[in-house]
T-cell receptor, first 117, second 113 residues
């Protein structure tokens, strides 16, 4: 399967702990997006990368959140000092964007479900 | 990004057509109309997109109003596997666009056997 993969699929942590999620995009996709989805709501945009450069961060991404994409391939999302409000599904998506294409769809991974107790 | 309005929920019988409406009265001339769906316990998946003309693919059809202020996603024969939340999203085009998707609440489609 060459789709977007995320690890772990589920994470339970205690309040105050740090957690890190990994996303492996589709090979050669140059854009990578992170979204967060709480129960009953649509996904909310957090941040995105063009290759290794982080180009936009949502106001939802507080100082406790950091994302990296060091070599323009996989990405990590770290949450420090987790709070119960961080409990959500964290989704990763990737796209192939080229200057010659007007449109590009996003391919989503299965998500990482975080529960903060 | 312009806002879309969708019904919260819809029901359909299996093997019947389903028409999922979306209003986007503030759409700009360069906005593409996208549909994604999210099956239970999965990430969203792309369904179809269009700009001005009606579009067909293996999953669905997209009918776009002449003034582009509304559109309809058509599933020609609903199956139980089509039960999902369907999101109608507007987004600009080109490589200079961020590409981020702004999801609303979507329409929860229930398919009855």
């Amino acid at each position: 399967d060459t789709g977007v993969s995320q690890d772990p699929r589920h994470k339970i942590t205690k309040r105050g702990q740090n957690v890190t999620f990994r996303c492996d995009p589709i090979s050669e996709h140059n854009r990578l997006y992170w979204y967060r989805q709480t129960l009953g709501q649509g996904p909310e945009f957090l941040t995105y990368f063009q290759n290794e450069a982080q180009l936009e961060k949502s106001r939802l991404l507080s100082d406790r959140f950091s994302a990296e994409r060091p070599k323009g391939s996989f990405s990590t999302l770290e949450i420090q000092r987790t709070e119960q409000g961080d409990s959500a599904m964290y989704l990763c998506a990737s796209s192939l964007v080229t200057s010659g294409r007007a449109y590009y769809e996003q391919y989503f991974g299965p998500g990482t479900r975080l529960t903060v107790t | 990004d312009a806002k879309t309005t969708q019904p919260n929920s819809m029901e359909s019988n299996e093997e019947e057509p389903v028409h999922l409406p979306c209003n986007h009265s503030t759409i700009s001339g360069t906005d593409y109309i996208h549909w994604y769906r999210q099956l239970p316990s999965q990430g969203p998946e792309y369904v179809i997109h269009g700009l001005t003309s009606n579009v067909n693919n293996r999953m669905a059809s997209l009918a776009i109003a002449e003034d582009r202020k509304s559109s309809t996603l058509i599933l020609h024969r609903a199956t139980l596997r089509d039960a999902a939340v369907y999101y109608c999203i507007l987004r600009g085009s080109g490589s200079s666009n961020t590409g981020k998707l702004i999801f609303g609440q979507g329409t929860t489609l229930q398919v009855k056997p």
